[in-house]
């Protein structure tokens, strides 16, 4: 009775492309893999650790001997930006003026 549902037919959907969507994702669990998403190299990936930008527990946890990263929260670390907020004075002012 319920199979035809327009609502379970986007549903399905969805899903499909998730799965399909699932090939192109990089293991995000790895840090070759986070470096290459996030776009920096390896030394800006360390300074990165070092600083506690990425976070133990939040963007990471240890196993065994190696470090595994938590998918959704390098995701949510790249969007929220990951490069360091801007000291120079002047490129703040300009920033400011536009609301950013």
């Not at 470090?67 to 990951?82: N, R």
């Amino acid at each position: 009775m319920y199979e035809n549902n327009p609502l379970n037919l986007i549903l399905e959907e969805i899903f499909e492309l998730k799965k399909q969507l699932q090939v192109f994702l990089p293991d995000l669990t790895q840090e070759k893999e986070v470096i290459h998403f996030l776009a920096i190299d390896r030394r800006t990936f360390k300074k990165y650790l070092d600083e506690g930008r990425l976070i133990e527990g939040t963007h990471y946890y240890n196993s065994k001997d190696k470090k595994v990263y938590i998918p959704d929260a390098i995701i949510a670390f790249k969007k929220g930006g990951c490069r360091p907020p801007v000291s120079n004075p002047k490129v703040q002012q300009v920033l400011k003026r536009f609301g950013l």
